[in-house]
């Protein structure tokens, strides 16, 4: 028997090769940290059954006609705005994804970046790797802002919002959030309090961001809105890049509107070497690591092979982010 065709955009780990490999005839880029050439993709979609590519690769109505035998895609990542969904429906592909893993992970890594921004933790780190710690310890030296006590607004209170409140009750916070819905049952088992998204910004000392990037998020973070903010409060971004207006913000940390920043997503990734963002003291950068375990990157790539593997096989998949699929091509029983 012939068995199906896949094309892998990054290598994976091997647990989740095995799988592949076991059920599929498969290809993978071989580029370890740079992303698949859109010429190259074009090339090796053409005749295959399934994809398995990351969100930085651009999966749209070209990748689509290309590949005219695709079946599935298996998205390695919770997002799926990479992908054109409405597109792949209407040919009758499978779009899948990989949410629930990275929850407790990315929140780590928000929490973090809330930490290390406002105790200042990459700036003294790089005091003293640059020998400059010549004087005696003083009262102001590198003087931080507490956590504990303070307000924490949270835009966006799902999963991966609730998984940071829960993080913040350990450090006695308030909390205040807002979202599309309220959500009165998180509310009452996390004791945040609904607010509208001004009050939030008004009111926080710390503002996390946990939405998805769509047309009515796409920049929700302007001169505007930091404006808002407290001028010694701190903006954390481990959802989407582009949910912040970049030259906005860096503007807000320059003049001091804000006080810091700690941002793991960019408008532009990997981001510029020109960014005028490297230049301040007072932002934390991370290279979209939110997710970055071994054991969570890991059962991402399983997950991500078991979804493809299902449609391929003519099963469910346990992850289907286009249902309406289902009508174009139902799969068999």
Same mark, same amino acid.
């Given at each position: 028997?012939?068995?199906?065709?896949?094309?892998?955009?990054?290598?994976?780990?091997?647990?989740?090769?095995?799988?592949?490999?076991?059920?599929?005839?498969?290809?993978?880029?071989?580029?370890?940290?740079?992303?698949?050439?859109?010429?190259?993709?074009?090339?090796?979609?053409?005749?295959?059954? +399934?994809?398995?590519?990351? !969100?930085?690769?651009?999966?749209?109505?070209?990748?689509? =006609?290309?590949? %005219? @035998? /695709?079946? #599935?895609?298996?998205?390695?990542?919770?997002?799926?705005?990479?992908?054109?969904?409405?597109?792949?429906?209407?040919?009758?592909?499978?779009?899948?994804?990989?949410?629930?893993?990275?929850?407790?992970?990315?929140?780590?890594?928000?929490?973090?970046?809330?930490?290390?921004?406002?105790?200042?933790?990459?700036?003294?780190?790089?005091?003293?790797?640059?020998?400059?710690?010549?004087?005696?310890?003083?009262?102001?030296?590198?003087?931080?802002?507490?956590?504990?006590?303070?307000?924490?607004?949270?835009?966006?209170?799902?999963?991966?919002?609730?998984?940071?409140?829960?993080?913040?009750? +350990?450090?006695?916070?308030? !909390?205040?959030?807002?979202?599309?819905?309220?959500?009165? =049952?998180?509310? %009452? @088992? /996390?004791? #945040?309090?609904?607010?509208?998204?001004?009050?939030?910004?008004?009111?926080?000392?710390?503002?996390?961001?946990?939405?998805?990037?769509?047309?009515?998020?796409?920049?929700?973070?302007?001169?505007?809105?930091?404006?808002?903010?407290?001028?010694?409060?701190?903006?954390?971004?481990?959802?989407?890049?582009?949910?912040?207006?970049?030259?906005?913000?860096?503007?807000?940390?320059?003049?001091?509107?804000?006080?810091?920043?700690?941002?793991?997503?960019?408008?532009?990734?990997?981001?510029?070497?020109?960014?005028?963002?490297?230049?301040?003291?007072?932002?934390?950068?991370?290279?979209?690591?939110?997710?970055?375990?071994?054991?969570?990157?890991?059962?991402?790539?399983?997950?991500?092979?078991?979804?493809?593997?299902?449609?391929?096989?003519?099963?469910?998949?346990?992850?289907?982010?286009?249902?309406?699929?289902?009508?174009?091509?139902?799969?068999?029983?």
């Amino acid at each position: 028997m012939v068995k199906p065709k896949v094309y892998v955009t990054r290598q994976l780990f091997p647990e989740a090769m095995e799988i592949l490999e076991h059920h599929a005839d498969v290809e993978v880029f071989e580029g370890v940290d740079n992303s698949i050439p859109r010429a190259l993709l074009l090339s090796k979609v053409r005749d295959v059954d +399934g994809l398995l590519p990351l !969100l930085t690769d651009k999966i749209d109505t070209e990748v689509m =006609d290309a590949g %005219r @035998e /695709l079946k #599935v895609i298996s998205n390695y990542a919770v997002g799926y705005n990479n992908i054109d969904l409405e597109a792949a429906t209407e040919r009758g592909i499978y779009v899948t994804n990989t949410p629930g893993i990275l929850t407790d992970t990315t929140a780590d890594c928000a929490f973090a970046l809330l930490m290390a921004v406002a105790r200042r933790i990459p700036e003294a780190d790089h005091h003293i790797r640059a020998k400059r710690w010549i004087h005696a310890w003083g009262p102001k030296m590198f003087i931080g802002s507490d956590v504990h006590g303070k307000t924490l607004g949270i835009l966006g209170l799902g999963r991966i919002g609730s998984a940071i409140a829960k993080r913040a009750r +350990g450090f006695d916070m308030r !909390l205040v959030y807002n979202d599309v819905r309220r959500r009165e =049952d998180l509310e %009452r @088992e /996390l004791g #945040v309090m609904y607010k509208s998204r001004d009050q939030v910004l008004r009111e926080a000392d710390y503002v996390s961001l946990h939405v998805p990037l769509t047309p009515e998020t796409h920049h929700m973070i302007g001169a505007k809105e930091l404006a808002m903010m407290k001028e010694n409060a701190f903006l954390i971004n481990t959802s989407r890049g582009s949910v912040v207006d970049e030259e906005d913000l860096y503007e807000a940390l320059r003049d001091g509107v804000i006080a810091g920043a700690g941002l793991d997503v960019f408008e532009e990734e990997p981001l510029s070497h020109d960014s005028p963002l490297l230049g301040l003291d007072n932002v934390v950068l991370t290279p979209h690591i939110a997710s970055g375990s071994i054991e969570t990157r890991t059962r991402m790539a399983l997950t991500a092979a078991s979804n493809l593997v299902s449609v391929l096989q003519g099963r469910e998949p346990l992850n289907l982010v286009n249902p309406g699929v289902r009508k174009v091509r139902p799969l068999r029983t």
